[in-house]
């Protein structure tokens, strides 16, 4: 990638040079010479300003993907306060279009491009750092067709914006990213060094998919998985009304099928019969007057002699006023109900908590929660202080407890991006499991997220009493969730739900116990063969090959291309077949279903997809024959 153009605007139209800083120390808003140091495929830029350094490293892969690190140091002997710090870029030309993506519950990762007349901005909207738009900004310029993709790894409340400024009759296109500058007002200390969130950018040819393969490759790479289970949850099975007998139902039942590890979610700690589990976050102690009433180590023992990991639910950023974690430290909150993880005594504080049960339990599959927001950082430090502070809680907690898996979730998708997936292992990327909704979502989130992130939830519930006019004698059917609460039901074919949970962790939510034997055979027989493939998933790109209303195909890939596995969804089939293009190794040759098949032709010709069905996923592999793959 040539970095000339995105280095430094040097012009003098209101925005220019590689940064924006503002703050008790003045403004940085200008093109000027900077210290430059080029070692390999990294080049650093160094400014001074008084008392002030700014210093911005890129870093070029083979593949044409940069990162960007920027830091903030203060070299006086005072405290500076912040108010506005950016990373900045300038693009050439002035006519573009951008591509942004809205995310809320139930609305993960929805994206659209706009013209950019005159600034588009993607902004955090809270504490939770998917909250009201995800970390993701695409350029198109229209002229010469060109496209450049941002992507962040927030460590802040972060902001994305592209602004068009004017000058006479000359234009020019900024891209800014850093801290979002509502409200902010962060005190750095003396000596101290703030760093920005990290960019990730690159060129993009596909417009469809932003070429996230590129994404893809370099964090992999970077963030290799430790894991990828296969995993049950109890959330969709019965939320918060656990029954203890049920669950052990379900354990057995998930360990015949080859699952290897089992979570309680929401609802098994606060006291009394019956309680709402979002009412009484901060009570991390075992319900025994109700549910499961004393026998959680009883359900542990079970699910470790069966074989697997066991799993439980915690939500450690929020408590209401009168749990016991908000009495005994009332110090540690952020108001009445958040605490605060800026704080490092808070941080140790909850991680005695959460290890004790995890020693308690045997637990060693955790599932961290936050299910409320704040919209501005009441110190004015956007939140990066918090974030530091939740990341050295993951860590500490995975240096106590060695190979404990993480997932992470924040009223669903909050939080799925690429900062919390360096010291996550996989997101539970959405409440709502169903197979429509959840592969929008999942082809979205790819364009932003490697594939081993995303966590696959199979949400199914047997019905023998409901007819089929089109099967004499057939009543039974396998109906699917298809938002996060039942309150949506739909029947797709069993080829729609495996092909929709492939791809990353699978798991499964629901009454597994009550399934037909033949279906859980059939799905036995899927988890054997998805624990072949795993290891090809959690290096696998990702490219979305169609992407419309009705149907949509990714193509799942190592690097060199050895090995690509193309899906083809089809919610409603208006044509017989269709005709995909694949990406492959054109001087490759492929094994396709018995067939050896040029890579040039499958690049000129596609992949011919038959009879095409409703609410179907059809799948191809194809395979480079050894002697080109030697």
Partial sequence: MNLDHVLRFEGQLGASGLFFASGSFGLINHATEYEHTREGNTQTFRYHQDDVLLTATFTEYENGVVIRKDSFKNLSDAPIVLNGLSSRFGLDGCTYEVYTQYNSWQHESDGAWQKLVTQVTAADQGIRTCDGAAPIMALHNLHSDQITVFHLMPNCQWEMTALKFHESKKQCIVVETGFNRDNMRLSVAPGEEIFL?????????????????????????????????????????????????????????????????????????????????????????????????????????????????????????????????????????????????????????????????????????????????????????????????????????????????????????????????????????????????????????????????????????????????????????????????????????????????????????????????????????????????????????????????DIVSIEYADPDLNRCIVQLFTKRSYASQLTVYPAVDPAGKYNVNGEIVSGQALSENGLLFKDLKDNCCQTIELIKTKKENG
């Fill in 197 to 549: 969130p990290t960019i990730i950018f690159f060129h993009a040819k596909n417009k469809t998919d932003l070429d996230a393969y590129k994404l893809h490759e370099v964090f992999n790479a970077l963030y290799p998985r430790r894991k990828m289970p296969v995993i049950y949850n109890s959330w969709l099975y019965c939320f918060d009304y656990l029954n203890v007998d049920g669950l052990l139902k379900q354990v057995d039942c998930a360990a015949e099928l080859g699952v290897e590890a089992f979570m309680i979610d929401a609802g098994w700690f606060g006291q009394g019969e019956h309680v709402d589990c979002f009412e009484v976050v901060g009570n991390w102690e075992e319900n025994l007057i109700g549910e499961p009433k004393g026998r959680l180590g009883e359900i542990s023992q079970r699910v470790r002699d069966k074989g697997m990991v066991f799993g439980l639910w915690f939500e450690p950023e929020r408590a209401v006023p009168n749990s016991k974690t908000a009495m005994e430290h009332p110090e540690y909150f952020i108001g009445e109900k958040f605490f605060d993880f800026s704080n490092p005594d808070a941080v140790n504080y909850m991680a005695d908590v959460i290890s004790e049960q995890i020693e308690k339990y045997h637990i060693g599959w955790v599932k961290f929660d936050f299910n409320d927001y704040i919209p501005h950082d009441p110190s004015g430090g956007v939140f990066y202080r918090y974030l530091q502070g939740q990341k050295r809680f993951v860590e500490l907690l995975q240096s106590r407890h060695p190979g404990l898996y993480l997932t992470c979730c924040a009223g669903g998708g909050y939080r799925m991006e690429l900062g919390q997936a360096s010291f996550f292992d996989s997101f539970w990327f959405t409440d709502n499991q169903g197979p429509y909704d959840g592969i929008r979502i999942i082809k979205d989130t790819l364009k932003r997220m490697p594939t081993a992130l995303i966590e696959r939830w199979s949400v199914q519930k047997y019905y023998d009493d409901f007819p089929n006019c089109f099967a004499e004698g057939r009543t039974g059917y396998m109906l699917s969730c298809n938002n996060a609460t039942w309150d949506f039901i739909l029947n797709v074919d069993d080829s729609f739900t495996k092909g929709f949970i492939n791809g990353g962790p699978i798991g499964f939510s629901c009454d597994i116990d009550g399934w037909p034997d033949s279906y859980k055979q059939l799905w036995k027989e899927h988890i054997a063969e998805f624990k072949k493939n795993r290891e090809f998933f959690m290096t696998a790109t990702a490219r979305i090959l169609v992407d419309s209303d």
